[in-house]
Each structure stands twice: as C-alpha cells, then as structure tokens.
C-alpha cells in the first residue's frame, strides 16, 4: 500500500496541460489568432481597375492593421441597381461607391459627413466641382474617387493631313473642319460621339454644348432653353449631313473611346480621361497614341464636371471605421499626403478632386504623358461648372429622365424626330416626373 | 366502408402534395399578392411611404414609355411566337418525314434549349457585333452587304434582332412538342388519305393540321407567357434601346424598381403585365378548347 498522499497538485497541472493542449489544437483549426482585435468593414466597388482598387486597400490596411475590409465589386452597369436592391434588402455594408446622378435619391440613406473628423479642412480644399457634385440639401455626402470634365479629344494626325491649324473654337468652325476632312476623304465620318442610352453619355455631351454656348438646358419651368434647342439642332445637322457617323448612336463613352483609337475619326467630345495612357494615348492599343490631344469646348469654353465619390452608409454599425476607409481612399493618408488620389491619375486616368494635386511630379509627368498640360487641365477642372448648374441633375427624378432625354436624343440624331419636338418630349417627360416626385 | 376506401388515397394525395403546394403559394401567390400590395403604396426610395391609391397606375397610365412598352411588348410577343411556330412546325415535319440524318437534326435543334438565356443573349450580342458580327461577315462575304451594318442602332432593325434571337430560343421546345404531337397521328389516316387521292398539301391542310391543334396550341400559349416577359434578351442586346425602340415592360419594371427606385410604380406596371397576360392566355385557352380535334 502506497501511503504517499495523492499528488493533487501534479494532476490539477496535468489537467491544465491537457486543456492547453486542446485549446491550442481548437485555435489552429479556427485559424490564426489575431495579435489585436480587427474591425472588418464592407466596401462595395463597381468594377473599374478592380486590382488597382484592391492594391489601394491593401495600402490602406497597412496604415490600419486594425481594419480588414471586405470589398465587393459589381459590374457598373448593374451597380446602380444593384445598390438599390441591396438597400431595400436591409444588407448591411459600411462603405460605397457613389454616383453624383444618383445623389438625390441616396441621400436618404447616405451618411451626411460634415460632422467628421477633418471633413471641413477637406471640404474646403475641395475643387468646386467635386463640392458642389458631392453636396445635396447643404450636406456633404461624400469624397472624391475622381472628377473630370468634358473636352474636345481630337486626331492631330487627321487634323495635319487636311491643313487644319488648330481644333474648333466655334460649333460653325467644328462643323467646317469635319466636312474638310470628309471631303479630303481622310475619313468617312469625322465625328464620332457617345449616344447610347444608357449609362452617361448623349446627355451629358449635350449638358456640355448647352454650358459652353453659357446656358442652362432647362428653365425654371423646365423648358428647354434657345442654347439647348440651339445644340440639338446642330448636333442633329451633323448626322443630317453625313459628318457625324450613324453606327456611332449605339455606342457608350467606352466603346465610342475605342471607335476614336482606332484612328477613323477627328474628334470625340467625352470625359476628359479617355485621353489618358489607359486610352486615347496607349502605345500599345490605340492608333493615334501620341497624336490624341485635348482641346477645350468651342465658343465660351465652359465645361460641366463630375465626380464619382466615396459615401459611408448611414445604417452602418462601422462608420468610424468607414470614414478612415473613405478618407484614405477619397483624400490624404495619415501623412496628410494625396496617396490615392495621385496614384489614381498614374493608374487609371483618373484627376483628382482637391486643389494643387497636379503639382506633385508624378502627377505632372503622367499628364504630360498623354498630351496634356497640367497647368490646363487643372484649370479646366478648377473652372468646370458642377452638371446640377446646367441640367436639374440632383432631382430625385432626374435619372429617370436622363434615361428617357438619351433615347429621345437618339430619335433625333437618327433623324426619326425632329429637333423641336424632341425638346418638347424632353421637357414634357421633366414636367410629368417633376410633378410625381413633388408630391 | 367503401366511402373510406374512396377517401383515403385523395387525403394521402393531398398530403403528398401539400409541400408542393406550399411552395406554389410561398414562391408564386405570396409574391403575386406582394406586388398586388405594391402597386397601390407609395414605395420610393428614401421618398414618400402610405397608401397611394390608384396614385402609380394613374402614373403609369399616362406616362408615354409605359403605352410604348406595352405595344413594343404585343409586337414583341406577337412576332416571336408566331416565328417560332412557323419554324418549330417545319422543323417538327422534317424530323417526322425519316430523313437520313434526322437524329443529327434533333440534337442540333435541342442545343438552344439547353443553352442558358443570359449566354443566348450574349451569343447573339457577338453576331450581331457591328464591328466583329458573325452576321455582318456572312452578309459580307455574301456580297449582300457593301459595309457592316450596326444591327441594333435602329429601333426597327433592333427590334427584329431580338425577336430572331428570342424565337432561336423557342424553338427546341415547339419542335420537342409538335413532334411528339405529329408522333400520335395513325399512319393509317395518311394512307387512306392517298389512295383518296389527296396530294401533300391536302394531307397537310386536313390531318396534320387539324390533329396538331392542341399541341400548337401549348406551344402557342407557353410561348407567349414567355415572350411577354422576356427580359434576359433585352436587357443584354439593347436595354430597351435605341431610344424606346426595344422597350418592353418586363425591362421597364426593372428599370423603374431597380434604376429608378420608384417600387410603387414598377408594381403598377408589373400588375398590368400580369393582366394582359392572363387576358391573352384566358382567352387563348378558351380559342383552344373549342377547336380541340384530336382522336
């Protein structure tokens, strides 16, 4: 017999190793133990440059190891929709992309930002554009992925051939440059434009004309104004005459891109960073890499701007977190440098939304390096009037019209309508949902 | 006793069908009756909320793109069925009268039928390409065309694209249909038939037709259910495009709901839909049963 008293201690320290032990063995199934606890955050995307925005967050979630994100891309011709149904559904998500001509409709459930850390000191270093294009009811609703605004992209190579000094600077000078061309048989159909339907495109080439000839397209009564009638009918006159090519009704601003680097055509009247090495001035996919250039619009020189922006959902359980996210994306990293945004106009074209960005020498030489001076297109920028300057574009109804206004365009262009009656229909449809939306 | 014998397999059957029948009325009657509901609230987003009335339909009715949906959507129904039917009975003849290589011809006709509408609707995106289309380069090569012609840019040619391409759909399953149809008619009456004399034509008109009046007819009415709410087709061809030239009111319920946020008025449209729908298909039904002849 054993008179050894029973060593309790040794099997209380057995019985902690044996828990330890499956603890461990319970932990290395579940996965690594984080050294810190992490919030993660869902940030949904469209899909443009998906690798690069994926580089941004890893960026980001270096500066904050206490963030993870989880970001989601959609196809940007679904995302609107897409938004809309996730909303409806009650999905949870923290951060989001966000469309300027949706604004008005999202802003109910969009997160007002003003009230954030450093939101006023961004806001006010904001171009006007991008303010002015992120501000609904006096509230700022997000912060710049991009802006950009609207120019002439045009074929210098064409433009040398037929002895042409330097691009339009009237709409009389635009069309006589085109029948030139036609006429030396340098093109088919000099002009190319983005009219399909849907997505931007007509309609926002036709807020542009209706600024740069200095005018509104729609009063306050929301007819159409002498400059709107003015630009459709001489938009309609190209088709009319053969300069404007017919096949080019069905294309968006991506595809009427590509028509233009194929070298068949003078001009393109589009978003600014089609010009950019990812498009007009890509050596290995475009023809007239190195000879598209940009010129600013003809008779007044105004142009209307856009933003594309980052927002915050307000029924996020995160926004703390979203705002980092956003800002670091949308502004300055914890240097209080542009990070994103700078690389943004490397990457993908894309310029900037606050003042002085295109000082930084990165920014400067890939400016220069398709065609373009910087000192121009940050004026151009600093200058654009925001698109709700020229067309009702924060009414809840106007993407609804916008919609309806392209196909009309289309109807008119292609000659099937006429162009006072094509303002009539446009202006009779911004009556009819203006009154809807009133109630 | 022989009242419970008689109840029993009808209380088992109920009970075997009672989880089908659930799933009817939670996937079907639920969101039929939801949409019901929907019409007559003021849903959009982050705007309005309450009861509407006859707010949305009195909307849509006088919205100019909901009546020129309507009929793109009659044209569009109308069209693609009758093509398909046209064609599915042709090519149901041609499996019928033994020609060699006519298993071939079954499996090439049921391809479109196991094809997914979305990968249809991007097949036929590729032909008809204005810079690339395998229907350009045919027409082309063909010397029918000087130029590529772009397909989809006229309201008109665009709208007959998608009816061609929506019929390429149907057709598998007018054929699968008419075939098992033409399958059942006796041998025998054609015989009869040709010792009477009658040609082709004649056997055609007076004992194929007749006969295959019930099959077309679910041909028919399966078709059109469809066709009116196409969406797939449209939605990647054109978007309802050019201008409202493809615009049908499948496309512009999702246009209003999802693009536009406007819930209230989508379901008004989508009720109207549904109405004409049970309308055409009532009355098909009714046409059907009194010309029902088969043996």
Same mark, same amino acid.
């Given at each position: 017999?054993?008179?050894?008293?029973?060593?309790?201690?040794?099997?209380?320290?057995?019985?902690?190793?044996?828990?330890?032990?499956?603890?461990?063995?319970?932990?290395?199934?579940?996965?690594?133990?984080?050294?810190?606890?992490?919030?993660?955050?869902?940030?949904?995307?469209?899909?443009?440059? =998906?690798?690069?925005?994926?580089?941004?967050?890893?960026?980001?979630?270096?500066?904050?190891?206490?963030?993870?994100?989880?970001?989601?891309?959609?196809?940007?011709?679904?995302?609107?929709?897409?938004?809309?149904?996730?909303?409806?559904?009650?999905?949870?998500?923290?951060?989001?992309?966000?469309?300027?001509?949706?604004?008005?409709?999202?802003?109910? !459930?969009?997160?007002?930002?003003?009230?954030?850390?450093?939101?006023?000191?961004?806001?006010?270093?904001?171009?006007?554009?991008?303010?002015?294009?992120?501000?609904?009811?006096?509230?700022?609703?997000?912060?710049?992925?991009?802006?950009?605004?609207?120019?002439?992209?045009?074929?210098?190579?064409?433009?040398?051939?037929?002895?042409?000094?330097?691009?339009?600077?009237?709409?009389?000078?635009?069309?006589?440059?085109?029948?030139?061309?036609?006429?030396?048989?340098?093109?088919?159909?000099?002009?190319?434009?983005?009219?399909?339907?849907?997505?931007?495109?007509?309609?926002?080439?036709?807020?542009?004309?209706?600024?740069?000839?200095?005018?509104?397209?729609?009063?306050?009564?929301?007819?159409?104004?002498?400059?709107?009638?003015?630009?459709?009918?001489? !938009?309609?006159?190209?088709?009319?005459?053969?300069? &404007?090519?017919?096949?080019?009704?069905?294309?968006?601003?991506?595809?009427?891109?590509?028509?233009?680097?194929?070298?068949?055509?003078?001009?393109?009247?589009?978003?600014?960073?089609?010009?950019?090495?990812?498009?007009?001035? *890509?050596?290995?996919? &475009?023809? =007239?890499?190195?000879?598209?250039?940009?010129?600013?619009?003809?008779?007044?020189?105004?142009? =209307?701007?856009?933003?594309?922006?980052?927002?915050?959902?307000?029924?996020?359980?995160?926004?703390?977190?979203?705002?980092?996210?956003?800002?670091?994306? $949308?502004?300055?990293?914890?240097?209080?440098?542009?990070?994103?945004?700078?690389? !943004?106009?490397?990457?993908?074209?894309?310029?900037?939304?606050?003042? $002085?960005?295109?000082?930084?020498?990165?920014?400067?030489?890939?400016?220069?390096?398709?065609?373009?001076?910087?000192?121009?297109?940050?004026?151009?920028?600093?200058?654009?009037?925001?698109? &709700?300057?020229?067309?009702?574009?924060?009414?809840?109804?106007?993407?609804?019209?916008?919609?309806?206004?392209? $196909?009309?365009?289309?109807?008119?262009?292609?000659?099937?309508?006429?162009? *006072? *009656?094509?303002?009539?229909?446009?202006?009779?449809?911004?009556?009819?949902?203006?009154?809807?939306?009133?109630? | 006793?022989?009242?419970?014998?008689?109840?029993?397999?009808?209380?088992?059957?109920?009970?075997?069908?009672?989880?089908?029948?659930?799933?009817?009325?939670?996937?079907?009657?639920?969101?039929?009756?939801?949409?019901?509901?929907?019409?007559?609230?003021?849903?959009?987003?982050?705007?309005?909320?309450?009861?509407?009335?006859?707010?949305?339909?009195?909307? @849509?009715?006088?919205?100019?793109?909901?009546?020129?949906?309507?009929?793109?959507?009659?044209?569009?129904?109308?069209?693609?069925?009758?093509?398909?039917?046209?064609?599915?009975?042709?090519?149901?003849?041609?499996?019928?009268?033994?020609?060699?290589?006519?298993?071939?011809?079954?499996?090439?006709?049921?391809?479109?039928?196991?094809?997914?509408?979305? @990968?249809?609707?991007?097949?036929?995106?590729?032909?008809?390409?204005?810079?690339?289309?395998?229907?350009?380069?045919?027409?082309?090569?063909?010397? @029918?065309?000087?130029?590529?012609?772009?397909?989809?840019?006229?309201?008109?040619?665009?709208?007959?694209?998608?009816?061609?391409?929506?019929?390429?759909?149907?057709?598998?399953?007018?054929?699968?249909?008419?075939?098992?149809?033409?399958?059942?008619?006796?041998?025998?009456?054609?015989?009869?038939?040709?010792?009477?004399?009658?040609?082709?034509?004649?056997?055609?008109?007076?004992?194929?037709?007749?006969?295959?009046?019930?099959?077309?007819?679910?041909?028919?009415?399966?078709?059109?259910?469809?066709?009116?709410?196409?969406?797939?087709?449209?939605?990647?061809?054109?978007?309802?495009?050019?201008?409202?030239?493809?615009?049908?009111?499948?496309?512009?319920?999702?246009?209003?709901?999802?693009?536009?946020?406007?819930?209230?008025?989508?379901?008004?449209?989508?009720?109207?839909?549904?109405?004409?729908?049970?309308?055409?298909?009532?009355?098909?039904?009714?046409?059907?049963?009194?010309?029902?002849?088969?043996?």
């Amino acid at each position: 017999m054993n008179d050894k008293p029973i060593d309790t201690h040794g099997g209380r320290q057995l019985a902690r190793h044996v828990c330890t032990y499956l603890l461990i063995a319970a932990a290395s199934y579940l996965g690594p133990i984080p050294a810190f606890a992490q919030t993660t955050i869902k940030f949904i995307a469209w899909n443009y440059q =998906v690798e690069t925005v994926q580089e941004f967050i890893k960026q980001f979630e270096a500066e904050n190891p206490a963030i993870k994100v989880d970001a989601e891309f959609i196809p940007s011709a679904q995302y609107a929709a897409k938004i809309a149904l996730m909303k409806s559904a009650n999905t949870p998500f923290d951060a989001l992309y966000v469309f300027d001509h949706v604004l008005g409709s999202w802003s109910s !459930w969009l997160e007002p930002l003003d009230g954030y850390e450093g939101a006023a000191e961004l806001k006010a270093k904001m171009l006007p554009v991008a303010r002015q294009s992120m501000t609904y009811g006096g509230k700022l609703y997000g912060l710049p992925y991009y802006t950009s605004y609207f120019g002439i992209l045009y074929n210098k190579k064409l433009m040398t051939a037929a002895g042409i000094a330097a691009p339009p600077k009237t709409y009389a000078e635009w069309a006589e440059q085109a029948r030139k061309i036609k006429t030396a048989g340098l093109a088919n159909y000099p002009l190319v434009w983005p009219v399909k339907h849907t997505g931007w495109g007509g309609m926002w080439v036709m807020n542009t004309m209706v600024a740069s000839r200095g005018g509104k397209l729609l009063d306050a009564d929301l007819n159409v104004t002498p400059e709107g009638l003015a630009s459709l009918k001489w !938009w309609e006159s190209t088709y009319r005459e053969g300069l &404007s090519d017919p096949n080019g009704i069905e294309l968006d601003p991506n595809e009427s891109a590509r028509a233009f680097m194929s070298g068949s055509y003078y001009t393109l009247l589009t978003a600014t960073f089609f010009a950019g090495a990812q498009w007009a001035n *890509d050596k290995e996919k &475009s023809k =007239v890499a190195g000879a598209a250039f940009l010129a600013p619009t003809p008779e007044r020189h105004a142009t =209307v701007g856009f933003a594309r922006m980052y927002g915050i959902n307000a029924a996020s359980t995160h926004k703390k977190e979203a705002w980092q996210l956003i800002k670091f994306l $949308g502004a300055t990293a914890k240097s209080g440098d542009y990070v994103t945004p700078k690389q !943004w106009v490397e990457k993908g074209a894309l310029t900037w939304g606050y003042d $002085g960005v295109e000082k930084d020498p990165v920014v400067s030489a890939s400016l220069k390096s398709w065609g373009a001076d910087p000192a121009d297109i940050a004026d151009n920028l600093r200058n654009a009037l925001a698109m &709700s300057q020229v067309v009702p574009f924060q009414a809840p109804w106007y993407a609804e019209w916008e919609l309806y206004a392209n $196909g009309v365009l289309q109807s008119v262009l292609a000659g099937r309508v006429k162009p *006072d *009656d094509g303002a009539s229909q446009w202006s009779e449809k911004a009556k009819q949902l203006a009154a809807r939306y009133a109630k | 006793m022989s009242v419970s014998r008689s109840r029993r397999p009808g209380l088992l059957l109920q009970i075997l069908n009672a989880p089908a029948a659930l799933l009817v009325v939670a996937f079907s009657v639920v969101p039929l009756l939801y949409v019901g509901y929907l019409s007559f609230q003021d849903m959009r987003v982050g705007m309005g909320g309450g009861f509407a009335g006859l707010d949305n339909y009195r909307f @849509v009715l006088e919205d100019a793109s909901v009546i020129k949906a309507f009929a793109n959507t009659l044209y569009f129904a109308g069209l693609s069925v009758t093509l398909a039917l046209l064609i599915g009975l042709g090519i149901a003849l041609l499996l019928r009268s033994d020609l060699p290589g006519s298993a071939w011809l079954v499996a090439a006709v049921v391809l479109p039928w196991a094809v997914p509408e979305i @990968v249809n609707a991007l097949i036929w995106q590729w032909i008809y390409s204005p810079t690339y289309g395998a229907l350009n380069g045919i027409l082309y090569s063909l010397g @029918v065309l000087t130029d590529y012609a772009s397909w989809l840019s006229s309201p008109l040619s665009a709208m007959h694209a998608v009816i061609v391409a929506y019929a390429w759909k149907l057709v598998p399953f007018v054929v699968i249909i008419l075939y098992a149809g033409l399958t059942t008619i006796p041998a025998d009456y054609y015989e009869s038939a040709q010792i009477d004399g009658a040609g082709r034509w004649a056997q055609f008109r007076y004992i194929t037709l007749p006969l295959l009046a019930a099959p077309l007819g679910v041909s028919a009415l399966f078709c059109l259910v469809w066709s009116m709410r196409a969406f797939d087709i449209i939605y990647l061809l054109t978007r309802g495009g050019p201008g409202e030239g493809t615009l049908v009111l499948s496309y512009l319920v999702f246009s209003k709901a999802f693009e536009f946020g406007d819930f209230g008025a989508a379901a008004a449209v989508a009720c109207l839909l549904a109405l004409v729908t049970f309308a055409l298909t009532g009355s098909y039904m009714r046409v059907l049963r009194g010309t029902r002849t088969a043996p």
